[in-house]
Structure formats: structure tokens, C-alpha cells
């Protein structure tokens, strides 16, 4: 296909691994003008700010986790993600900051009590399909991958490294497509799921080589015996005993791709920012003179709102 046939980008963002790293990484003498510290808005907005300066998108969306302990996965498994501290009010206020900030730049922001930032992506990358865009998933979690389909890209915007669905096995040891299955046998400790027990990542590989998916797998459990891979036997027996939760795990571990997007314009296309609304938020969260600039720089601003105007 050449250049001109390739569909446009739709941006793809996983704002929690920002907000989070800048909370760890950014000093806490940040603090808006009620006390409360935004060590995590500042660093999430210097991030976004490179993006947006960087990358000029016209078609963009940004997926916050709502569903911290009210998700369907929890529904069908309650010991989900339990192994994690809920979120502090510092930080929760600062989440809530990083999307009125997004709101005021014109940005489409996804948020759903049921539904996760990844199930959020993957609603609007598979909505995106019919416009035609291709996704740009910005984000370093391997769970986004599977995701990917022709022309589409993850990029770890921290270290700078981009991949598409073929690269996934060189990272992965698994193609794409395998990537549910591939977490559902051998576990994700990020999310407190254990996998089928006895299955590490590299045996989950070799037996998503051979089999190819987990179906295949557990129709075909005899065979596992006869594979050149230690312990083999004894993995067929974890499986049989197993199945019914390697398949609850597979639900886990897939990204839905019917989460509502009721709130997302067409094409998720960025829209006008709202000055009044980005001045009111640079006086709460005490943006110092280039932050706001390049701000209203972002939103396409010709003059600064009022508000902001004796700081510019």
C-alpha cells in the first residue's frame, strides 16, 4: 500500500501509566491553590504537552481507569487486581485534574464504571475501523497488544520504542492474537491472576507454537504429554484439572471492544478547547508562565483567557 492509501492516526492514550509514573517520579512540593499536591498533573502535562506539540494529532482519545473495584472482571472475579492499595485522595484528585485538563484541550476523554482504560482503547480502536484511522496505542502494558491489527502501532512513549503486530512475538514470545491466551495460561501478577499453575511464560509460548490458541490447547490435552518440554505431563494434568479456570481467565485477560463511547465525537476527533475552562484550571493547579503558554499554544489559543493573560 503506499503512503497515501495508509489510514490516518488515531492517538490511543492509557493516561493511568503517566499519571502514575509522574506521581512517583515528580517531587511533591507541587500543590495547587487549595494545598492539595498535583506532582502527578504537572508531570502528566508535560508528558501530554510533548505528544501534542510532537505529534499535532487531529484524531485522538484518552482512556481513564474508572472501574478501579466496580469493573465486570471483578463480577466474575472478585480476587482481581486485589493485591493493589486503592488510590490515596492526593492522587485520585490529581486523576481527576488530568481529565478536566484533557476536556479543555478539545481532547476526547473515555471514562466507564464497568469498563477499563484497555477496554476503552480497544472500544474505539475497533469503532475506528469504519472511519478508516489506524490506532497509535500509547502505552508500554503488553495487554494492549493484542490489539493490534494492520497499520497499527504501540509506542512506549518513555523510552521511545514503537512496534506493530509482527513485532509483538519478539517482545512477547507470542503473536497478537495469542496475547489473552498467552497471559490466561501463564498468569499476570500485575493483575493478581494466576495463570494455570505450573505454566510459566516460556512453556505458555511453546504451547501456543504448537497449538495455537487455548481452545486448540484444551482440546487437545493428550498431546501435551508427547511435547519435547519438561514437565509436559504434568502440565496436561494442571490443565484437565484446570480448564474451567484457565478459560475464566481468558475472559480476563481480553479486551473487551464494546465498552460506551456515547461521550467521544466522530472519527474521535479533537474539537475547539475551551479557554475559560483551561484558565480557570492553570490558576487552580498553579501552572507556572511556560506551562501556560505552551498550553494555550496546544489548544490553538490566539490571545490567553483573561485569566491567564498577566502570567503569559
Same mark, same amino acid.
Given at each position: #500500500? &503506499?503512503?497515501?492509501? =495508509?489510514?490516518?492516526? *488515531?492517538? *490511543?492514550?492509557?493516561? !493511568? ?6 506521581? %512517583? ?7 495547587? !491553590?487549595?494545598?492539595?499536591?498535583? &506532582?502527578?498533573? %504537572?508531570?502528566? !502535562?508535560?508528558?501530554?504537552? $510533548? ?17 478501579? $473495584? ?12 486485589? &493485591? ?31 469498563? @477499563? ?15 478508516? *484511522? ?32 509482527? /513485532?509483538?512475538?519478539?517482545? %512477547? ?13 501463564? /498468569?499476570?501478577? =500485575?493483575?493478581?491472576?494466576? /495463570? ?6 516460556? !512453556? ?5 507454537? %504448537? ?7 484444551? @482440546? ?14 504434568? #502440565?496436561?494434568?494442571? *490443565? ?26 466522530? /472519527? ?8 475559560? #475552562? ?11 508562565? #511556560? ?22
Amino acid at each position: #500500500m &503506499n503512503a497515501a492509501a =495508509v489510514p490516518q492516526p *488515531l492517538y *490511543l492514550i492509557d493516561a !493511568s501509566i503517566y499519571i502514575f509514573r509522574a506521581w %512517583h517520579s515528580m517531587p511533591d512540593d507541587f500543590q495547587d !491553590s487549595q494545598g492539595w499536591p498535583v &506532582n502527578a498533573v %504537572h508531570g502528566f !502535562s508535560r508528558f501530554l504537552l $510533548d505528544l501534542l506539540e510532537r505529534e499535532r494529532p487531529r484524531h485522538i482519545a484518552v482512556a481513564f481507569d474508572e472501574a478501579l $473495584d466496580s469493573g465486570f472482571r471483578h463480577q466474575l472475579y472478585p480476587a482481581y487486581k486485589a &493485591n493493589r492499595d486503592p488510590a490515596p485522595e492526593e492522587l485520585r484528585r490529581q486523576f481527576a485534574h488530568c481529565k478536566a485538563l484533557c476536556a479543555a484541550l478539545g481532547l476526547n476523554v473515555l471514562g466507564d464504571r464497568a469498563y @477499563e482504560a484497555d477496554d476503552l482503547i480497544g472500544s474505539a480502536l475497533h469503532a475506528a475501523r469504519a472511519h478508516p *484511522l489506524r490506532g497509535v496505542i500509547i502505552s508500554a502494558d503488553k495487554d494492549l497488544s493484542q490489539l493490534l491489527g494492520d497499520h497499527d502501532q504501540q509506542w512506549d512513549y518513555a523510552r521511545n520504542q514503537r512496534w506493530d503486530a509482527a /513485532g509483538v512475538k519478539a517482545r %512477547h514470545g507470542v503473536h497478537a492474537h495469542q496475547i489473552a491466551d498467552y497471559l490466561a495460561l501463564c /498468569g499476570d501478577a =500485575v493483575d493478581n491472576i494466576p /495463570g494455570v499453575s505450573g505454566i510459566g511464560a516460556k !512453556s505458555a509460548a511453546v504451547l501456543l507454537a %504448537h497449538f495455537g490458541s487455548l481452545d486448540t490447547l484444551l @482440546e487437545r490435552i493428550d498431546e501435551v504429554p508427547f511435547l519435547r518440554l519438561r514437565g509436559a505431563a504434568t #502440565m496436561a494434568t494442571r *490443565l484437565r484439572e484446570q480448564r474451567e479456570q484457565a478459560l475464566l481467565f481468558r475472559q480476563l485477560t481480553t479486551i473487551a471492544v464494546d465498552a460506551p463511547l456515547a461521550t467521544a465525537q466522530p /472519527g474521535f476527533l479533537r474539537t475547539q478547547a475551551d479557554a475559560d #475552562m483551561l484558565g480557570g484550571l492553570c490558576e487552580a493547579l498553579r501552572f507556572g508562565p #511556560m506551562t501556560r503558554r505552551r498550553l494555550l499554544a496546544a489548544a490553538g489559543l490566539e490571545s490567553p483567557p483573561a485569566s491567564v493573560n498577566e502570567f503569559a
